[in-house]
C-alpha cells in the first residue's frame, strides 16, 4: 500500500531532519488520508495514482509559476519536489508506448476525443501524465 510507503518515508524524513522531503510528505500523506477518509474505506491503488497525480501537477504549475517568475530559489524547491513525488509513481511510458497501448486498446483514426480519453485514461492512470497523454491521442485520431 503506497500509503505506508509514504508514512515510511515520512519518519526517515522526520529522523534525518529533512525539511523539504517532511513537508512534502506530511502533504501527501494528509491528502491520502483525507481522500480515504471522505470514501469511508481503504483506496485502491488507482486512486492512489490519481492524488499523486494532482499533486504532481499542482508542483508543476508552482515550477511553470517560479519559472515565469524568475526565482531561482523557489524553482530548486519545486523540482526537488517534483523528483519526490514521482518517486512514487510507476515508470513514466514513452509517446510511443501511449500510442501502441491505446492502439491495442481500440482508439483509432476518426474517434471522437472525448470517447477516446474515455479509453485512455483509466489504462494510463500513473503511467503518463494527462498533457502527454492528451497529446497522443489526438495524434492517433487526427
Not at 105 to 119: C, D, L, R, S
Not at 127 to 139: F, L, R, T
Amino acid at each position: 500500500m503506497l500509503k505506508t510507503e509514504v508514512f515510511e518515508q515520512l519518519k526517515t524524513a522526520m529522523r534525518e531532519k529533512d525539511t523539504l522531503a517532511k513537508g512534502v510528505l506530511s502533504l501527501l500523506k494528509s491528502a491520502l488520508d483525507s481522500a480515504e477518509k471522505e470514501k469511508g474505506e481503504t483506496l485502491t491503488p488507482e486512486e492512489e495514482m490519481t492524488i499523486i497525480n494532482r499533486e504532481v501537477k499542482q508542483t508543476n504549475q508552482a515550477l511553470e509559476g517560479a519559472q515565469t517568475a524568475g526565482r531561482a530559489d523557489l524553482i530548486e524547491k519545486e523540482e526537488a519536489k517534483l523528483t519526490l513525488l514521482k518517486s512514487f509513481l510507476p515508470k513514466q511510458l514513452s509517446e510511443e508506448e501511449i500510442a501502441e497501448k491505446l492502439g491495442a486498446a481500440g482508439v483509432e483514426k476518426g474517434m471522437n476525443m472525448g470517447e477516446a480519453m474515455k479509453i485512455a485514461k483509466p489504462l494510463l492512470t500513473g503511467q503518463a501524465e494527462g498533457a502527454v497523454i492528451s497529446k497522443v491521442v489526438k495524434s492517433i485520431i487526427a
